[in-house]
């Protein structure tokens, strides 16, 4: 492996709600956010592959892009430099790299990336929209060289080969597999290495349809796997009282912290879908909690802009 970094063997911890209790329902939670403070859960396992692969091509940079709170970019930062590679991050908004010393003073993702090494290119949102095309790429090119591209989120073929090893042997128990949706690399990488009798299901922290299609483009099967996209709270980066409440809530139940992007959303979905039945009794569960905790930084210096209840971290 070229990608040396020593991690622990995820554990898949009980949680223990009374709702859970009264529906007999067991949810454990597989506690892939304790890989690594930046390189944890999913951002692992989707850069594994892909820099081992940037290194076989002898390429020495990483580029990708991402918003200003984005994990992604956190963890190839941190990714880059335990690799030994350059890092070039293509962040959304160009008026953050006005003053970047201000930027970089406010905003501990981007500060912990700039620290870690990577370059910081700040780009319009209109300018943005147009990252996958090919003539902003071979813009890329003329201004960084020949650098190994990593698309926004991560998800690529490599991606969801390193994303098919998070289930174990031990996880062949579980009746359902529930994992919070991003770009789908994550749900895809579980889809393929599900057993026949496991359900595989996806709560999208974004709106709209078109994950399913981008989720088939990579899986095995097309069954024993499917979304809710009734817990997305209003969209990608949205959120609302009642979901901070739930967290911080679930955090004091259970130690275990949720960040309001991703998993936060799929935990309330999980609960919410036992109170409804949805599950049958005696359903065994597991939830992959993805990491992302770095992110609530940024949402609890909105929400004390805002004087809002923070996530107690």
């Not at 492996?1 to 063997?9: G, K, S």
């Not at 076989?56 to 200003?68: C, I, V």
Request: proline share 3%.
């Amino acid at each position: 492996m070229l990608f040396q970094l020593e991690i622990p063997t995820p554990e898949n911890q009980q949680v223990d709600l009374p709702i859970l209790a009264s529906k007999g329902i067991e949810l454990l939670i597989k506690r892939e956010d304790t890989i690594h403070p930046f390189v944890s859960g999913n951002k692992f396992r989707k850069l594994k592959y892909n820099i081992e692969e940037a290194k076989q091509q002898e390429k020495d940079t990483l580029l990708t892009f991402g918003g200003a709170f984005s994990n992604h970019i956190a963890a190839t930062a941190a990714a880059g430099k335990i690799a030994g590679l350059n890092t070039i991050g293509i962040i959304r908004g160009d008026e953050l790299g006005r003053n970047l010393a201000a930027t970089l003073s406010q905003n501990t993702t981007l500060k912990n990336a700039y620290d870690k090494g990577m370059q910081l290119k700040f780009v319009s949102r209109e300018a943005y929209r147009n990252k996958t095309s090919e003539e902003f790429i071979n813009q890329l090119k003329k201004e960084f060289g020949n650098f190994y591209l990593v698309p926004e989120g991560g998800t690529n073929a490599l991606a969801v080969k390193g994303c098919e090893e998070i289930l174990t042997n031990e996880d062949e128990k579980f009746d359902y597999i529930c994992c919070a949706v991003g770009t789908g690399g994550t749900i895809s990488g579980l889809i393929n290495s599900a057993k026949n009798h496991q359900e595989v299901i996806g709560f999208p922290a974004l709106k709209g349809d078109f994950l399913i299609d981008e989720i088939k483009a990579f899986v095995n099967r097309n069954d024993h796997w499917s979304l809710q996209n009734e817990y997305h709270f209003g969209g990608y980066g949205k959120y609302t009282e009642e979901l901070i409440r739930f967290i911080n809530e679930f955090k004091t139940q259970t130690s275990i912290l949720l960040d309001p992007i991703y998993t936060g959303k799929m935990l309330f979905g999980i609960v919410d879908l036992v109170a409804k039945d949805v599950f049958p009794r005696n359903s065994k569960i597991i939830a992959i909690h993805t990491g992302g905790i770095q992110g609530i930084a940024g949402v609890n210096q909105k929400l004390k802009h805002k004087n809002k209840e923070l996530i107690k971290v």
